[in-house]
Structures are given as structure tokens and as C-alpha cells.
């Protein structure tokens, strides 16, 4: 059977399943199997074993397992990405948030570019970071068992701190030290799980989706991870629900933090917070702890 032909059956098999995007599944699929990029598709037939193994993808797929679980990789801007049961699966969105990050430690010294992040997961941002801008020193933490493999495997030969900790423990040393906290954190409001894509739940691990009646809780706690770790002048990035824009501004800002803004995504909804750290709140309390 011609590759073309078995990516047209699988895609028909996908779309009775009522998947909502059967080719490029069926596409990622296929060209995992036989080890080539796109535009070489209509060019091989399957080897019988290819075939098998197609199929066996297919089914799979079709029974609702991600296509990033079924090939064990995910992209992430110009990186490719370990990933599986237990671990959250980068998305576009978050891809504008280190595009921001990139833009501000390219503006700072490189005597300025300590960066933690927080909620780490894959290591997609850290990852991405790493790659694109030298200079940096690079410090992250993730505090599942289960996705603490994917981290330290993604971030394999990357100059970088990991620590299996809670973030609000992580770091001390670096109190005040900070020059950037980045992190996507789970932030789905509890009452929203009902309502939510089975494409996502049971899908993504539940502490890396959701966090509290308000989707907050892991918010607040970024906040305050942030305002103990960054300098005067440093900044916190974070990812959050389109319906939280108004919380996550108030909370990112006035004594602690300034300059908050919101930023939309790809689909121009709200999707990330950037504050800077107040230098004067900053001063008034011990490390950062500032009332």
C-alpha cells in the first residue's frame, strides 16, 4: 500500500471517530512511522511491518489517545519534545510567552538574565529559552513524580538547576537574585472540568490543569514565589485563563508589582500577565516579603 493511500484511509478513520483534525493526525502519524518529513509521503509504499504498526497508531488514535502520547514527542518552537502519560502537553499559546521572555533577557545584560521557571512540566520553556539566547542562567522546578522524568530528560545537556520541589520552597538562595520568574501553571477553575474537551481531561495530568474553585490557587502562588525571588526591576510572566484577566491584573499588581499588562493569544483572547517587580516594595520588606 502507497503511503498516500494509508494516510487517506487512516484520515477517514479518524474523521467516523469524530476527531477534529483527522489529516494532520493521520499526517504525524504516518510520517513517525516511516522516519521522513512531509513531502515525502506520496513517494514510499509500506513495508508490511509499517503498515502494522500504522495501524496499530490509528487505533489508538481513534480511540481518543493524543497523537503526542502515541508518538511520544511533542513540538514546541523549533524543539521537539519527550512527553507521555503524567506530563502536561506544550501548547502554541505558551510559545508567545517565551517569544515575550526572549525579547526582554535580549534587552537585559547578560549580567541580568537569571531566569526561573516555575511549574516546569517538559521543560518546554526552559528548553526553548536555553536554545534561542545565550547568556542565561537558567534555573527550573517541577514538583510531580511523574513529569519530573520528561524534565530532566528534555533538559539533558542544557546548563540549567532543576529541583523536584514545591515551588514555594524552591530557590531561597536566589531570594531577591531573580531577573525573570516565567512559568505556566495550572490554572483551570475546578467548575470548569465538566465542560472542558476530552481531548484535555483525562488526557493532561489534573495537577497540571486544574487549581482551585477559582483557577487561582497555583496563581497566587507564583506571585508570591515571584515577589521573593526577583530584584527591583525584574519581571514575572505568567499564563492564565481567558476569564481570569481581571483577577490575575489585580493580583500582579500595586504595591509588589508595576508596569502589568496583559497579553492576548493566538485567537486574541487573554492569555499572560507581565509585571515588574517594584523596587520600592521591594525595599520595604526582607527578601521581597514585602506587606
Known amino acids: 500500500m502507497r503511503a498516500r493511500d494509508a494516510m ?18 493521520a499526517r504525524i502519524l504516518l510520517t513517525h512511522v516511516l522516519g521522513s518529513n512531509h513531502a515525502l509521503l506520496i513517494v514510499p509504499d509500506l513495508t508490511d511491518s509499517q503498515r502494522t504498526e500504522f495501524n496499530h497508531m490509528v487505533s489508538r488514535r481513534a480511540s481518543g ?3 503526542q502520547h502515541i508518538t511520544g514527542v511533542a513540538p ?5 519534545l519527550r512527553v507521555g502519560p503524567g506530563v502536561f502537553i506544550p501548547r502554541p499559546e505558551t510559545e508567545l510567552l517565551v517569544e515575550e521572555a526572549l525579547h526582554m533577557l535580549a534587552a537585559r545584560p547578560v549580567t541580568e538574565r537569571r531566569v526561573v521557571e516555575l511549574c516546569a512540566g517538559s521543560g518546554a520553556i526552559t528548553l526553548s529559552l536555553a536554545k534561542e539566547l545565550g547568556g542565561l542562567q537558567l534555573h527550573a522546578v517541577e514538583i510531580s513524580d511523574r ?67 477559582d483557577g487561582m490557587d497555583a496563581l497566587r502562588a507564583v506571585h508570591d514565589v515571584a515577589r521573593r525571588l526577583l530584584r527591583p526591576g525584574g519581571w514575572v510572566m505568567a499564563e492564565h485563563d481567558e476569564k481570569q484577566s481581571t483577577d490575575v491584573l489585580e493580583l500582579f499588581g500595586s504595591p509588589d508589582f508595576e508596569s502589568t499588562v496583559d497579553h492576548r493569544d493566538l485567537n486574541d483572547r487573554p492569555r499572560y ?19
Open 65 to 67: 489517545e493524543p497523537v
Open 147 to 213: 513529569a519530573w522524568p520528561y524534565l530532566v530528560e528534555n533538559l539533558e545537556g542544557v546548563d540549567v538547576e532543576l529541583r523536584h520541589d514545591d515551588m514555594t520552597n524552591a530557590f531561597h538562595e536566589l531570594d531577591a537574585l531573580v531577573d525573570l520568574v516565567i512559568a505556566n501553571p495550572p490554572y483551570v477553575p475546578e467548575m470548569d472540568r465538566e465542560i472542558l474537551p476530552s481531548d484535555v481531561v483525562g488526557v493532561d495530568p489534573e495537577g497540571a490543569l486544574f487549581s482551585g474553585a
Open 273 to 291: 500577565v507581565v509585571a515588574q517587580r517594584s523596587g520600592d516594595a521591594q525595599r520595604a520588606g526582607v527578601a521581597g516579603l514585602a506587606p
Open 8 to 25: 487517506t484511509r487512516a484520515a477517514g478513520t479518524l474523521h467516523a471517530a469524530g476527531l477534529p483534525s483527522p489529516v494532520p493526525d
Open 76 to 80: 514546541f518552537r523549533y524543539e521537539e
